[in-house]
Each structure stands twice: as structure tokens, then as C-alpha cells.
């Protein structure tokens, strides 16, 4: 069984950082493909990062690209969102998630959810 447990969450002023970490349980995290993706009140959720199982190859959503970096490391079973210069409309819940066949951006098709952490920005 795969278990994720997002943190980090919080509010924050626009301009401001914050750093989204996800740990996952299960001794085959490094086989796994991670994304984050993120659900605002009233929205469908949508695709934010998602990494390789290697981390070799990343992809971010336009919305986020050059303020949003996705890391990883597997020696600590943990997934990273770092971001910054955050926005209004950057808040939702960030939910991570992973899958062990599939690298994109289709929420669909990963297999495993974290209960998601709240990321509020102020202005």
C-alpha cells in the first residue's frame, strides 16, 4: 500500500514562497512518477508538476512555469513543490500524487492521492 502525506501548506502574501513536501510510504517510491496538482473552490482540479521517476525530466503547467520548480528525493521518499512569486490565484489545495506507469499530466491516471494541504495567498 502507498501512502501520501503532503505538508507545507499555509497562508502567504503575494510575492511570497513556499515549499510543498510529500512523503511516501512504500519501498518502491523511486520506481514511481510524481505529480502535484491542485484543486481552487468552484474549479476542476489541475495538472501543476509533475518528475520522473529519476527525476531526470520534469513538466509544469504554463500557469506555473518559472515561478514553480517539482524536485525530488528518493534516498528520503519525499516530493517537493517549491514555489514562489505566488499569485491570488494560486490558491487551492495542492494534492500529490503518484503512479507507477505513468508520467503526465492526466490526474486520471495516477493511482495514488495525498489528502492535499491548503495553500492560501493574500494580497
Known amino acids: 500500500q502507498v501512502q501520501l502525506v503532503e505538508s507545507g501548506g499555509g497562508l502567504v502574501q503575494a510575492g511570497g514562497s513556499l515549499r510543498l513536501s510529500c512523503a511516501v510510504s512504500?519501498?518502491?517510491?523511486?520506481?514511481?512518477?510524481m505529480g502535484w496538482f491542485r484543486q481552487a473552490p468552484g474549479k476542476e482540479r489541475e495538472f501543476v508538476a509533475a518528475?520522473?521517476?529519476?527525476?531526470?525530466?520534469?513538466s509544469v503547467a504554463d500557469s506555473v512555469k518559472g515561478r514553480f520548480t517539482i524536485s525530488r528525493d528518493n534516498a528520503k521518499n519525499t516530493v517537493y513543490l517549491q514555489m514562489s512569486s505566488l499569485k491570488l490565484e494560486d490558491t487551492a489545495v495542492y494534492y500529490c500524487?503518484?503512479?507507477?506507469?505513468?508520467?503526465?499530466?492526466?490526474?486520471?491516471?495516477?493511482?495514488?492521492w495525498g489528502q492535499g494541504t491548503q495553500v492560501t495567498v493574500s494580497s
Open positions: 518528475v520522473r521517476w529519476s527525476g531526470a525530466s520534469t
Open positions: 500524487a503518484a503512479s507507477n506507469n505513468y508520467y503526465g499530466n492526466v490526474g486520471s491516471a495516477f493511482a495514488y
Open positions: 512504500g519501498r518502491t517510491f523511486s520506481s514511481y512518477a
